[in-house]
């Protein structure tokens, strides 16, 4: 039974990184970046949340949290990555490092370094059945995850808007040729990928401590996405399954052994791995270049 309940605390745990890998994933494949600062987007999301909580009920400080927040990610991606369109990839992944420290930086002088309360979102407790324990919020969390899953896929594979970002994520060229708008298609996908980091946002911290090392979740959600591919939506769902699970794992049975370095470790692991045997990931596009 206690190795039951290490899996379904890693499942649960595991779709929740897979909300905030989906967010790379919609960035990656309209723009080709790799965002590595989406764990401070999950932060200012957070943090303007949390803001508002203080003045407003929850629902309408959600309400008008979240696209204050896409406003924040869409002022990032035109006033940073925008100008970078074409560039060599080395350029955007410097500006990348760049952002995530600024933005840090940011968050710690408008709102300070000092931990706070975060409000409670969603249910706390666990529901219990036989001698299992299933937490409540991460359970909340995990049935975000797989409706938003499902929704993002409909708009990617069903809607105008998701055929036209998915013509983008093919070749930009390609996607300018037809008539579609790169810098649109752009704009689309880091409003989505902001609002997926603010939803992560509000269920890791509900009832929890907010501090700024939040943002921590996004380097932990980056092998999520690279196992299960930057651009399969749900690949980051079932790559955050085998990521989580494995890690409550490790922290079970060899945290005790490894002063807990090895839950800590392992998505870096995992990610590792992954880079050096399948760089595309589980479902990712392989692609053929030719000289």
Do not use: C
């Not at 909300?19 to 401070?40: E, Y």
């Not at 200012?44 to 990610?73: E, Y």
């Not at 983008?168 to 902001?194: F, K, N, P």
Request: proline share 4%.
């Amino acid at each position: 039974m206690n190795f039951i309940q290490v899996l379904i605390d890693g499942l649960l745990t595991g779709l929740v990184y897979g909300l905030v890998a989906l967010a790379f994933v919609v960035i990656f494949r309209a723009s080709r970046i790799v965002n590595l600062a989406q764990g401070q987007l999950v932060l200012v999301g957070a943090f303007i949340v949390m803001s508002l909580l203080q003045w407003l009920p929850a629902l309408a400080a959600v309400a008008i949290g979240l696209p204050l927040a896409v406003l924040a990610g869409l002022a990032v991606e035109k006033a940073v990555f925008r100008p970078l369109i074409g560039q060599p990839v080395f350029s955007v992944v410097m500006a990348s490092i760049g952002l995530l420290i600024l933005l840090q930086g940011l968050v710690q002088m408008v709102w300070g370094a000092q931990t706070r309360p975060f409000p409670e979102l969603f249910p706390e407790g666990a529901f219990r059945i036989d001698e299992l324990l299933i937490n409540k919020k991460l359970l909340f969390g995990g049935v975000i995850t797989l409706t938003l899953v499902e929704v993002l896929q409909w708009l990617f594979m069903r809607t105008r808007v998701g055929l036209r970002l998915a013509a983008v994520a093919e070749d930009h060229m390609i996607a300018l040729s037809l008539g579609v708008s790169v810098r649109r298609a752009t704009q689309v996908a880091w409003a989505l990928g902001v609002l997926l980091s603010t939803i992560a946002a509000l269920v890791l911290m509900s009832g929890n401590v907010l501090s700024l090392q939040a943002s921590e979740i996004g380097l932990r959600a980056l092998p999520v996405a690279l196992l299960g591919g930057l651009e399969s939506l749900r690949g980051a769902a079932l790559a955050g399954v085998i990521v989580g699970v494995g890690e409550a794992i490790a922290s079970r049975y060899l945290d005790p052994y490894s002063a807990g370095a090895a839950s800590q470790l392992f998505p870096y692991l995992v990610m590792i791995l992954v880079l050096l045997i399948r760089p595309q990931g589980l479902f990712g596009w392989k692609t053929i270049e030719r000289l």
